[in-house]
């Protein structure tokens, strides 16, 4: 029975669509800005974008794109090198459309349905772990194929969606320093070791599990912990400290189900749970005892 518990629980973080990734969303500037929208990923190796770029004031339109690329880039077998696919985009359409934008776009995602795993990437140095910072933010820890053509050193990986069945990443890179100016630039690579997935979901916990028992970042360490989740939902120690940080933030019924997951995973955390202070509010939920008195 348990471990039906944990196959169920793999399988439904692992095929759970995550939220769209995009730049800025607020729709005027004094400067300006670009929206990057993964769609999601066909069976192969191929991923289906937006990329928009909006004035700032006084530039264009309010509103309006004065660059756009809408479609796919696709890796094709064999090949290093994504091949882009664009349906709409301001290099050949002289003239946006919004109502073109829409459709393309929804005619995209009811093609491009599997969403695969997202990976939030943090642009700051975790203190006193080189390691952590240098594996977080290098690209190397990902073992591509080929030779990548890399952005230059003011941009820094953002997001990486991984396709489901690990076989490539969609890494959008995000500009450094520029604030709502920045721009984005996706890339399309072959993995050769899937198995980068759980080991960027090790460093994530392990950051995120350093910013909450220091107590610096409380907001950020939940950011870290739920990627490692979402990385790799077997990580009880990702999920402990998410119900950690739900139950002292009040949220109950979060913490519970995190605890629970945790407690599947690794029957030990629940002694850890019943001296946890974190939990002090909890003591008399039947909900709590049913987790921490009952074997699993």
């Given at each position: ?100 934008g829409?459709?393309?776009?929804e ?85 050769l ?16 599990i350093?910013?909450?028992?220091k ?35 009040g ?10 997951s ?25 909900r ?9």
């Amino acid at each position: 029975m348990i471990l039906l518990r944990l196959l169920s629980l793999f399988a439904a973080a692992s095929f759970a669509a995550p939220a769209t990734f995009q730049g800025r969303v607020d729709s005027f500037s004094e400067l300006p800005r670009e929206e990057l929208s993964f769609l999601g990923w066909s069976d192969a190796c191929s991923a289906a974008i937006t990329h928009l770029r909006f004035p700032g004031i006084g530039e264009g339109l309010q509103g309006e794109p004065v660059a756009w690329s809408i479609g796919t880039l696709t890796l094709e077998p064999g090949q290093t090198v994504p091949k882009p696919a664009w349906r709409f985009d301001s290099r050949r359409d002289s003239a946006w459309s919004r109502e073109r934008g829409r459709q393309e776009t929804e005619d995209l995602s009811k093609k491009f349905l599997r969403k695969g795993f997202t990976e939030k990437v943090r642009d700051a140095e975790v203190p006193g772990r080189a390691d952590l910072t240098a594996l977080l933010l290098s690209t190397a820890s990902l073992r591509a194929e080929g030779s990548p053509s890399w952005p230059g050193e003011k941009f820094v990986p953002y997001r990486i969606q991984y396709h489901p069945l690990l076989q490539c990443a969609l890494i959008i890179f995000r500009e450094r320093g520029v604030g709502e100016a920045a721009g984005y630039k996706p890339l399309l690579v072959r993995l050769l070791e899937p198995g980068v997935r759980r080991e960027r979901a090790h460093a994530h916990a392990t950051h995120g599990i350093l910013l909450y028992t220091k107590g610096s970042d409380l907001e950020a360490a939940g950011v870290e912990l739920a990627t490692a989740v979402e990385l790799d939902p077997r990580r009880a120690d990702a999920r402990y400290h998410l119900a950690l940080i739900s139950a002292s933030q009040g949220r109950d019924a979060e913490a519970l189900n995190q605890l629970r997951s945790a407690a599947l995973l690794d029957p030990g955390l629940t002694e850890k749970a019943r001296e946890a202070l974190e939990f002090e509010p909890l003591r008399g939920d039947a909900r709590f005892l049913d987790i921490v008195d009952k074997p699993l």
